[in-house]
């Protein structure tokens, strides 16, 4: 078995008397989509927010390939090949959308202390942003503003910008978020697309899409993760039929 | 052909209107009006300077005002000791504002919101109080200071001269920022401004670009200063005043911030009125104080934004 | 040092710190609970002290000067926040400084036009006008005596509204969580008004007592405002238990500032190199310090704010 790309060894996070993140142990192998899921407050946008540098733990450790990341700020996670999306959309909505991935791509793509010449005119920006746009389905729009965009297409385009940066592993949370069932589908297909060539590690609560996704799964309770497996396995685990997947499935049915 | 945008028909024919000037006024023999457009255009370069901050970066500094005085002083103190090389002035003018910049940015961006304003602000006062303890160079009284002097290339002596130097100044700063702003810099600006939390996610180290911003803004309006010390050849610490970091955001905002030419509109239309009401009524400050509140409260993309643009994007 | 001399500087500094107590106060509840930057309080200030003025001037009573001018400060405050203020809630921060700012000028206009330019007189009531001796031998104004006792008397009552009272549970939900307060059914346009024209009477008050100290002239608001603002930056913005302890801070260090540093300067350089730098470092000394709190405890001292 290949070495883990990301290890998440005894993380914890407390908030007063509150117990976030209760010793959370699991890792990442590369090349795989690891979906978190969990019933809501077991703790899944705290661990989204220590490991992107938003909150500093308590005690643990995270290691990304082999490098101890534990306490590194949002933009160096960043330019070490580790993007995220955000669960509540977070672009540049006076831009076009072509604006927003072509400053993911600026951000990875040499200096930014350039002072003369125009940005939107640079092809080393503009032709690999127009690229990831066509990748998520958005090559149409790539010049409506993005506050215009659709909420469907702004979570595209949050996709998009991650992997604009040219990561190593991409951190999903809920990209699933607010959508629809036809634009849960669609979404589903295009992160299918980078199966195999990123490394994925997805929040999700939609089942439908973990399930299609996931060649793991782990189980989020109370800030513990209480079971790592292959889907199937998931699905038949008595525990977490109990803690979770028993009231989804009703939802679902 | 290209269809021209509405808004570089205006940009072009004001700069135009303002190239005209001194041929005109000197037909008309009228040099009050000369030296009040050349004022004019000073105070352009520094709202001008203000909105690369404001109105890109988001960042609402309260005390502007002190690189003019700045700017002013590094004219007035170099001639104070009988230094009157105009390049040895402007670049020392460059030099102390870029590094006060420095220093004020460094400590005032770790905050953000209404503690930004605080701070800038404090720091003006702060240089406005220095200012008017030093008395070697004039203290609360000012100090009257000798123009640059640059040999046989210009005579800042003479009005015109003086009035077509700060006019490259304007010009020059207009067509570098309308670059910067569209540059790798200007768009990570603008993204910090859209939305800090995204940048830094991205990978952006945020800080140092909104210093550097900081420290542009800074030099450009030490430059107004040094010119302004020229024009009026006089530096008095008021300059430094937290009122007159006021009355830059007052430029900036009723001409339109963001957009670059609204400013120097703003600059233009503060100092003309101030000069017309003043002309009016001893007590024009009655007029224009509720004035400034209903164009606040009313106006929100300035004068600028009333005028059309071609398309719907924004350069 | 003389220790009479840096009695008396004590004394003047806590003097200064409750003026700026009674204004900031007022301005760190507005603040705090409106999330409103009012740069127009310091004209509060201002139209107090030429209230005060005038009703003296004209009937020659102090006491009268004060029974009139505090309702005089809270009409001019309610009338101000329902006519310019209110619509400035929603805006932000920016939008609010220059509407303000323009408010100042008008106010400072206004002023010049009823009074003229130069300064009022507004003297102390004569039964207050002499010196007491604190410690024998140490003569000190009454009337500053009287400024810091009744400082402190507003202080503690204050503190009695804002934690005893139903109106001081209001008042303290707002400034901690306002949309909470809001959702949790509390009329928030009356809290507003309410804690508005509180400040508006602070403010008022605080000119009052300054008119005979300080000079009652156009313009006297703007220097104590951003004193002001300081403070409540240094205190936490919207706690009036930190807008205490920061006024009494900034008056003390700016006033025993001033004395001492250029005497202490003076003992390692020459004094005349001292007499320069000395009041310059004096006058920087508090924005120093508000840079120095800002940037180990951000929020300020005692913040209010959790919401």
Same mark, same amino acid.
């Given at each position: 078995?290949?070495?883990p790309?990301l290890?998440?060894?005894g993380l914890?996070k407390?908030?007063?008397?509150l117990?976030?993140?209760?010793?959370?142990?699991?890792?990442?192998?590369?090349?795989?989509v690891h979906a978190?899921?969990g019933?809501?407050?077991?703790?899944?946008?705290t661990?989204i927010?220590?490991?992107?540098?938003e909150?500093?733990?308590?005690?643990?450790r995270?290691?990304?390939d082999?490098?101890?990341i534990?306490?590194l700020p949002?933009?160096?996670?960043s330019?070490?090949?580790?993007a995220?999306?955000?669960?509540?959309t977070?672009i540049f909505r006076?831009?076009?959308?072509?604006?927003n991935?072509?400053?993911?791509?600026q951000?990875?793509?040499?200096?930014?202390f350039?002072?003369?010449?125009a940005a939107?005119k640079?092809?080393v920006?503009?032709?690999?942003?127009?690229?990831?746009l066509?990748?998520v389905?958005?090559g149409a729009r790539a010049?409506v503003i993005?506050?215009?965009?659709?909420h469907?297409e702004?979570?595209?385009?949050?996709?998009?910008?991650?992997i604009?940066?040219?990561?190593r592993?991409l951190?999903l949370?809920?990209?699933?978020?607010g959508?629809?069932g036809e634009e849960?589908a669609?979404?589903v297909d295009?992160?299918?697309?980078f199966?195999g060539?990123?490394?994925?590690?997805?929040i999700?609560h939609?089942m439908d899409?973990v399930?299609?996704l996931?060649?793991?799964i782990s189980?989020l309770?109370?800030?513990?993760?209480?079971a790592?497996?292959?889907?199937?396995?998931i699905?038949a685990?008595?525990?977490?039929?109990?803690?979770?997947?028993?009231?989804e499935?009703?939802?679902h049915? | 052909m290209r269809?021209l945008?509405?808004?570089?028909?205006?940009?072009?024919?004001?700069l135009?209107l303002?190239?005209l000037?001194?041929?005109v006024m000197?037909?008309l023999n009228q040099?009050?009006?000369?030296?009040?457009?050349?004022r004019?255009?000073?105070?352009?370069i520094?709202?001008l300077s203000?909105?690369l901050?404001l109105?890109?970066?988001?960042?609402?500094?309260?005390g502007h005002a002190?690189?003019l005085g700045?700017?002013g002083?590094a004219?007035a103190?170099?001639?104070h000791?009988?230094?009157?090389?105009?390049f040895l002035?402007?670049g020392v003018?460059?030099?102390?504002?870029?590094?006060?910049?420095?220093v004020i940015?460094a400590?005032?961006?770790r905050t953000?919101?209404?503690?930004?304003?605080?701070?800038?602000?404090?720091?003006?006062q702060?240089?406005y109080?220095l200012?008017?303890s030093i008395?070697?160079?004039g203290?609360?009284?000012?100090i009257?200071?000798?123009r640059?002097d640059?040999?046989s290339?210009?005579?800042?002596?003479?009005?015109?001269?003086?009035?077509?130097?700060?006019?490259?100044?304007?010009?020059g700063f207009l067509? %570098?920022l309308h670059? !910067? &702003?569209n540059?790798?810099?200007?768009m990570v600006?603008?993204g =910090?401004?859209?939305?800090?939390r *995204?940048?830094?996610a991205?990978?952006f180290?945020?800080?140092?670009y909104k210093l550097?911003a900081?420290?542009i803004?800074g030099?450009?309006?030490g430059v107004?200063g040094?010119l302004?010390a020229n024009?009026t050849?006089f530096?008095?610490?008021?300059i430094?005043r937290w009122?007159r970091s006021?009355?830059i955001?007052?430029m900036v905002?009723?001409?339109g911030?963001g957009?670059?030419f609204g400013?120097?509109?703003?600059a233009?239309v503060f100092?003309?009125?101030?000069?017309?009401l003043?002309a009016?009524?001893?007590?024009?400050?009655?007029?224009?104080g509720? %004035?400034?509140v209903i !164009? &606040?409260?009313?106006?929100?993309?300035?004068?600028?934004?009333? =005028?059309?643009?071609r398309?719907? *994007?924004n350069? | 040092?003389?220790?009479?001399?840096?009695?008396e500087q004590?004394?003047?500094?806590?003097q200064?710190?409750?003026f700026?107590?009674?204004i900031?106060?007022?301005?760190?509840?507005?603040?705090?609970i409106m999330?409103m930057?009012?740069?127009?309080?310091g004209s509060?200030?201002?139209?107090?002290?030429y209230?005060?003025?005038a009703?003296?001037q004209w009937?020659?009573?102090f006491?009268?000067?004060?029974l009139l001018t505090i309702?005089?400060s809270?009409?001019v405050?309610?009338v101000?926040?329902i006519?310019?203020?209110?619509t400035?809630?929603?805006?932000d921060?920016?939008?609010q400084?220059?509407?303000?700012?323009g408010l100042?000028?008008?106010?400072?206009?206004?002023v010049?036009m009823i009074w003229?330019p130069?300064?009022?007189?507004?003297?102390p009531?004569?039964y207050?006008?002499?010196?007491?001796e604190?410690i024998?031998?140490?003569p000190y104004p009454a009337f500053?005596?009287?400024i810091?006792?009744?400082?402190?008397?507003?202080?503690?009552l204050?503190?009695?509204?804002i934690?005893?009272?139903?109106i001081?549970m209001l008042?303290?939900?707002g400034a901690?969580n306002?949309p909470?307060?809001?959702?949790?059914g509390?009329?928030?346009?009356?809290?507003?008004?309410?804690?508005?024209?509180?400040?508006?009477v602070l403010?008022?008050?605080?000119g009052l007592?300054?008119g005979?100290?300080?000079s009652?002239?156009?313009g006297?608001g703007?220097?104590m405002?951003?004193?002001a603002?300081?403070?409540?930056?240094?205190?936490?913005?919207g706690s009036?238990?930190?807008a205490f302890v920061?006024?009494i801070?900034?008056g003390?260090?700016?006033?025993?500032g001033r004395?001492?540093i250029?005497y202490?300067l003076?003992?390692?350089?020459?004094?005349?190199a001292?007499?320069?730098?000395?009041?310059?470092?004096?006058s920087?000394?508090?924005?120093?310090l508000?840079?120095?709190?800002l940037?180990?405890?951000?929020q300020?001292?005692?913040?209010?704010?959790t919401?």
């Amino acid at each position: 078995m290949a070495e883990p790309l990301l290890v998440i060894e005894g993380l914890i996070k407390r908030f007063g008397g509150l117990v976030a993140t209760d010793n959370l142990s699991l890792d990442v192998l590369p090349g795989e989509v690891h979906a978190i899921i969990g019933p809501n407050g077991a703790g899944k946008t705290t661990l989204i927010a220590q490991l992107s540098g938003e909150l500093k733990s308590d005690a643990g450790r995270v290691l990304f390939d082999g490098q101890d990341i534990t306490d590194l700020p949002a933009h160096a996670l960043s330019m070490i090949g580790l993007a995220r999306s955000f669960q509540v959309t977070s672009i540049f909505r006076d831009f076009t959308a072509l604006d927003n991935v072509a400053l993911a791509v600026q951000a990875h793509a040499g200096s930014s202390f350039r002072f003369w010449s125009a940005a939107r005119k640079d092809r080393v920006l503009r032709d690999p942003a127009r690229e990831a746009l066509a990748r998520v389905g958005l090559g149409a729009r790539a010049d409506v503003i993005a506050g215009d965009l659709s909420h469907g297409e702004q979570r595209q385009l949050e996709i998009a910008m991650a992997i604009a940066t040219g990561p190593r592993m991409l951190l999903l949370d809920e990209p699933m978020a607010g959508m629809g069932g036809e634009e849960s589908a669609r979404m589903v297909d295009i992160l299918r697309e980078f199966k195999g060539s990123h490394t994925i590690l997805l929040i999700e609560h939609d089942m439908d899409a973990v399930f299609a996704l996931a060649d793991r799964i782990s189980v989020l309770v109370y800030g513990r993760c209480i079971a790592t497996g292959k889907p199937d396995e998931i699905r038949a685990n008595e525990e977490v039929r109990q803690a979770y997947l028993g009231e989804e499935e009703a939802v679902h049915a | 052909m290209r269809s021209l945008n509405p808004r570089v028909v205006v940009i072009l024919a004001a700069l135009l209107l303002l190239a005209l000037v001194p041929p005109v006024m000197g037909a008309l023999n009228q040099p009050f009006y000369l030296e009040l457009f050349a004022r004019v255009m000073v105070f352009a370069i520094a709202a001008l300077s203000l909105d690369l901050i404001l109105g890109y970066g988001g960042m609402v500094s309260f005390g502007h005002a002190a690189y003019l005085g700045i700017g002013g002083y590094a004219v007035a103190i170099l001639s104070h000791y009988d230094i009157g090389n105009g390049f040895l002035h402007f670049g020392v003018a460059i030099v102390a504002s870029a590094a006060v910049a420095f220093v004020i940015g460094a400590i005032s961006l770790r905050t953000s919101g209404v503690y930004f304003i605080m701070i800038t602000l404090a720091f003006c006062q702060m240089l406005y109080f220095l200012g008017i303890s030093i008395e070697e160079f004039g203290g609360d009284d000012g100090i009257n200071t000798s123009r640059s002097d640059f040999g046989s290339l210009l005579d800042l002596g003479d009005a015109t001269t003086l009035y077509y130097f700060i006019f490259a100044f304007l010009a020059g700063f207009l067509y %570098f920022l309308h670059r !910067l &702003v569209n540059s790798r810099f200007g768009m990570v600006i603008r993204g =910090i401004n859209s939305n800090e939390r *995204r940048m830094k996610a991205l990978g952006f180290a945020t800080f140092r670009y909104k210093l550097l911003a900081f420290v542009i803004a800074g030099v450009l309006c030490g430059v107004a200063g040094a010119l302004l010390a020229n024009l009026t050849q006089f530096v008095t610490p008021t300059i430094m005043r937290w009122e007159r970091s006021g009355e830059i955001l007052v430029m900036v905002l009723m001409g339109g911030m963001g957009s670059l030419f609204g400013p120097v509109l703003g600059a233009a239309v503060f100092l003309l009125l101030e000069e017309y009401l003043a002309a009016l009524t001893e007590h024009w400050m009655v007029i224009f104080g509720p %004035f400034l509140v209903i !164009l &606040v409260l009313f106006a929100r993309r300035g004068i600028y934004g009333l =005028i059309p643009e071609r398309s719907g *994007r924004n350069g | 040092m003389d220790s009479l001399l840096l009695l008396e500087q004590t004394l003047n500094g806590l003097q200064f710190g409750v003026f700026l107590f009674l204004i900031s106060a007022g301005l760190t509840l507005v603040f705090g609970i409106m999330n409103m930057v009012n740069l127009a309080h310091g004209s509060l200030y201002m139209i107090g002290a030429y209230f005060a003025a005038a009703i003296s001037q004209w009937t020659g009573s102090f006491i009268l000067a004060i029974l009139l001018t505090i309702p005089a400060s809270m009409l001019v405050g309610v009338v101000l926040e329902i006519v310019a203020l209110r619509t400035l809630y929603d805006r932000d921060h920016l939008a609010q400084v220059l509407a303000t700012f323009g408010l100042i000028l008008f106010f400072n206009e206004v002023v010049r036009m009823i009074w003229g330019p130069g300064g009022q007189f507004l003297s102390p009531p004569d039964y207050l006008a002499g010196h007491v001796e604190i410690i024998p031998g140490a003569p000190y104004p009454a009337f500053r005596l009287a400024i810091i006792a009744a400082g402190l008397i507003v202080a503690i009552l204050l503190y009695v509204l804002i934690t005893r009272t139903r109106i001081g549970m209001l008042i303290r939900a707002g400034a901690s969580n306002r949309p909470m307060a809001g959702a949790l059914g509390v009329n928030i346009k009356l809290l507003y008004t309410l804690v508005f024209g509180l400040g508006s009477v602070l403010a008022g008050f605080a000119g009052l007592m300054a008119g005979p100290v300080l000079s009652v002239e156009p313009g006297m608001g703007e220097p104590m405002l951003i004193l002001a603002f300081v403070v409540i930056v240094i205190g936490g913005i919207g706690s009036v238990r930190g807008a205490f302890v920061a006024s009494i801070m900034v008056g003390i260090v700016n006033t025993l500032g001033r004395t001492m540093i250029p005497y202490l300067l003076g003992s390692i350089i020459s004094t005349e190199a001292a007499q320069t730098a000395g009041p310059a470092i004096a006058s920087m000394l508090i924005y120093v310090l508000m840079a120095a709190v800002l940037f180990f405890r951000p929020q300020g001292l005692f913040p209010a704010r959790t919401g």
